[in-house]
């Protein structure tokens, strides 16, 4: 939203307000008419009520980029509080208001978590049915990954930017490089504080499909196990493909999308093709584990449950003739269950059974225990196949592209602003040694010389930003730099 004021007693004229990803940041104008001495206090103004406030510009226009002020109402309040702005604004939307609407893998792989997590469920449910400690371990292990990827599978573009302050924030420190106390507190504020918890949040944030599939595959092999205890060797393969396939999409590199956008006219034959297609998305190995439902629902319904239909059947009061095999028996039939089971606990009470009588109804309960975990198991393989299929079509790079959210901009304007404050012979070595760091950063995704002219330009900005106490060098000694171009239309001073 865009607020302007026309008053003649309001300082400010203009102000932007939006919200990229989950927190609002603000856009304010230098307007024009107003003193020097007016403009170079409002960052300190602002920065005392705890925001986070940088020197930018924008479309060729001086600006102060705010932002940790939560609510928009509240920095509204702010401004007025300190005589910023006067009267009622006149509001209009602008093409920020408007977020993009989320495509398919913005949340492929948390959709894929969900999906996995109902699955896992049903997976316990039927280890604890049938008593198999393996198939619960199993279950509790695949439940923890489908958890992580269901609220991590995603990096939330505001949480990726304050982990980059955290990180520029900890390499300053540790390198013993000293910035302006306000550049100090603002990286301090956008920062945040870096606590246990947010050291394993952060954790699954950054690993989200390592942490699975290493725990996926951990699985199959308690899969395996449990197929070969319940006599199922359909059942035991399965649970090698799994683990095969999750190993194999969790080792294999993605090939950066630059390469692929590259290499996509080139002829490579059907074995270089196929490697190749693997390589641009290795989850589509993983993906392929769907062969593993497959092999798991046959196992079930072609090999255990005839075998267990017969035992049904074979009990005086014909229990198994309701067919609780069928898509639309499972769910009647695993409720029929736990009615016989309750009545069979009644009469078990009874001590004038004999011997075969109770070893009888054990066997059914048994059976029937048995039955229940199978539907389960059932009900789990077809929400397994679309989570593997949607999973299997997504990226291994889980993260946002921090330039086209206007992140990167921010942190650049920041240390721009640092390096403003050196001697001019110490400004290129600060900003090369900068740009060297935030290159190594995988959420960073740029070079570290086209870092060091992004920070470069940005700096040769603030010194003719009228919210900035900076007197402007002369143009020579910004030129022989070797990297600066006229800046967005702003002229440099020369003396």
């Not at 509240?74 to 006149?90: C, F, M, T």
């Not at 996926?216 to 395996?224: D, S, T, W």
């Not at 049904?312 to 639309?328: C, E, M, T, Y």
């Not at 769910?331 to 011997?355: F, N, P, V, Y």
């Amino acid at each position: 939203m865009r607020y302007c004021w026309n008053q003649p007693e309001s300082a400010l004229k203009e102000v932007e307000i939006f919200t990229p990803g989950s927190q609002a940041e603000a856009i304010i104008y230098a307007p024009e008419g107003l003193s020097a001495e007016i403009l170079a206090e409002i960052p300190a103004k602002l920065r005392q009520h705890g925001f986070g406030v940088i020197t930018d510009e924008e479309q060729g226009r001086p600006v102060l980029r705010v932002q940790k002020f939560g609510k928009q109402e509240h920095l509204l309040d702010v401004l007025k509080q300190e005589n910023l702005i006067a009267g009622n604004p006149q509001t209009q939307t602008n093409e920020r208001d408007t977020k993009e609407k989320k495509t398919f893998s913005d949340i492929s792989v948390k959709l894929a978590g969900a999906l996995y997590t109902a699955a896992d469920l049903l997976v316990i449910a039927s280890g604890v049915a049938r008593k198999d400690s393996a198939e619960v371990v199993q279950g509790v292990i695949w439940g923890s990954t489908g958890v992580v990827l269901a609220t991590c599978g995603h990096k939330d573009p505001d949480q990726q930017m304050s982990d980059l302050y955290l990180k520029l924030n900890q390499y300053l420190k540790n390198e013993g490089v000293t910035i302006p106390s306000t550049d100090q507190l603002n990286l301090e504020h956008l920062g945040g504080e870096k606590g246990i918890l947010r050291k394993i949040h952060g954790f699954f944030c950054d690993h989200p499909v390592e942490f699975n599939n290493t725990l996926q595959a951990a699985g199959g092999l308690m899969m395996v196990k449990a197929g070969l205890n319940q006599k199922n060797n359909w059942k035991a393969t399965a649970g090698a493909v799994v683990f095969a396939g999750q190993s194999g999409g969790m080792l294999v590199e993605e090939k950066p999308k630059e390469e692929v956008e590259r290499d996509k006219n080139k002829d490579k034959g059907i074995i270089g093709g196929t490697i190749d297609w693997f390589k641009e998305k290795p989850l589509r190995i993983t993906g392929m584990v769907i062969v593993n439902n497959f092999l798991n629902l046959y196992g079930a319904l072609g090999k255990e449950k005839p075998e267990l239909e017969k035992r049904l059947n074979a009990h005086a009061d014909g229990f198994g003739n309701n067919n609780p095999f069928s898509l639309s028996g499972i769910l009647s039939g695993t409720k029929e269950s736990r009615a016989k089971l309750k009545t069979i606990k009644e009469q078990l009470k009874d001590e004038t059974l004999t011997g075969a009588e109770i070893k009888k109804l054990g066997q059914l309960a048994k059976d029937l225990d048995y039955q229940r975990g199978m539907a389960a198991n059932t009900l789990s393989s077809a929400l397994y196949m679309a989570a593997n299929l949607i999973y299997g079509a997504s990226s291994k790079d889980t993260g946002v592209d921090l330039k086209s959210f206007g992140g990167l901009d921010k942190i650049y304007a920041l240390m721009a602003h640092s390096a403003s404050s050196l001697p001019v012979e110490e400004q290129l070595p600060f900003i090369d040694h900068i740009a060297g760091f935030l290159s190594s950063q995988a959420e960073v995704k740029q070079s570290a010389e086209a870092i060091s002219q992004a920070i470069t330009a940005k700096m040769t900005s603030i010194y003719h930003n009228p919210f900035e106490k900076k007197p402007a060098p002369q143009i020579s000694q910004i030129a022989d730099m070797g990297r600066v171009h006229q800046p967005y239309g702003m002229q440099l001073a020369t003396s």
